[in-house]
Nanobody, 123 residues
């Protein structure tokens, strides 16, 4: 089985920074895309940022210029550096691993989610 474990959430004042980490563990051969999504109370889950196996990144318009995403391919870990945080960034942040191939010479891919970590931006 594959597990995603997130860390780094918490309470921060507006304008502050946080760094989220997500480590994928288990039998993993490759991961096509790793990324972060968030869900605020009463809202649908939305994409925050993703990074492909080739290093291509995608960001939601609302976080461009403030958030960066990076990936340690050897450790199957993805990071989200969040700067200039705003109250509207408050949400549960979920890590996602898409296109996970567990064994070589197989075409089977699966997607996995972390349990979520709370980020609260408030004074």
């Amino acid at each position: 089985q594959v597990q995603l474990v997130e860390s780094g959430g918490g309470l921060v004042q507006p304008g502050g920074s946080l760094r989220l980490s997500c480590a994928a563990s288990g039998t993993i051969f490759s991961i096509r895309v790793m990324g972060w999504y968030r869900q605020a109370p009463g809202k649908q889950r939305e994409l925050v940022a993703t990074i492909t196996s080739g290093g291509t990144t995608t960001f939601a318009n609302s976080v461009k210029g403030r958030f960066t995403i990076s990936r340690d391919y050897a450790k199957n870990t993805v990071y989200l550096q969040m700067n200039s945080l705003k109250p509207e960034d408050t949400a549960v942040y979920y890590c996602n691993a898409a296109g996970v191939v567990r064994f070589p010479k197989t075409s089977s891919e699966n997607d996995y989610w972390g349990q979520g970590t709370q980020v609260t931006v408030s004074s």
